[in-house]
């Protein structure tokens, strides 16, 4: 299992957001949705054993399943919608008990401390920043937990929680990525083996 | 210099297309407009050396400028408005005749044979396709141009016209990649000295 942790800082906690205006007006939610696009989507398929969870401002987490997600398109207002559709049933969410919106989608009223406690219970955490050593000299663990921020950077909180959480930290290249950037070249290195063979 | 041709099939050749609508009624314009961020954007940044050609519907081809951008943002939406602008002016793109519709974007009326033609003078062609050999074994040129398909296969006619023209034939992995995700893992390669130091 590959799972990928994005926090969100700026995005919407309410449903009230326009989907004409994702990129604005809902605090640039189209990062997330991009980076649930590079976690799940190969040519005409899914990649099934790809588990995504969405911080949204500390507040919510939104979880894919990618073994059971029936109702994810590529494009980017697809996937807000089926967003703000968990967020329109956020009352239903009540501690930590979820509550599934779409298939394969759930919504939890967590934000990202107990987000990454739960995600990393069997895993290993991985963070994913510029300021790690380069991904070609990682050994990555065999259920990787990779920890992302979104356009803004880590906080100093988060960055103090992931410091304790993290067991190594890992950049994708010599240049500075997006988020959905990095997920794809992170998918691409354990696909193939560490850019090896295949 | 790395330029990526894309092949859109399906999308729209007039600018009558919703923009709500990028992933159904505008045929999928959605995949070129992720080819588009995954070409250019660097967290915070734009790759400046690299040129972008869509083409659409064997018609007009979009040319995207890296030097010369103002006006892009990471977002389908935004992108897909770019395009809509561009055909918008598409009377005054006559012959080989550009027009350039925003700040390093222009319009040409031409299909795939002439785009390829000329965006392959002084550059070596190279077809992103998954029968093609490992990237990992794979010699780039220092001048590629990238050639690949939305999310219909080439046509044979594309195929043959290809053959002819590609130096080489490249996969990016042992999965069948979106085209955008095949970019961002091509730059990737190339940012990184082929998968070695950085």
Redesign the interface.
Known sequence: MRQFLVIGHDVPTEPSFS??D??GGAGRL??LC?CV??AF?????IRENVRVHLVLADEYTVRFEGASLRRL??????TAALIREALEQREEAIGHQPVETSPGVSLYRIGFEATLSAASRGSTVVQLH?DGE?L?DAELPDEPLFVLSD?HDFTDAERERLDDAADRRVR???????AD?TI??TH?YL??GG????
């Open positions: 989907l004409d994702i990129a189209d990062v991009r696009n590079a989507f190969l040519s005409h398929d398109n590529p494009d980017e207002r697809s510029e380069p070609v356009h994708v290249g010599p240049k500075r990525l997006h950037h794809t070249v691409n696909d193939t850019f090896t063979t295949y």
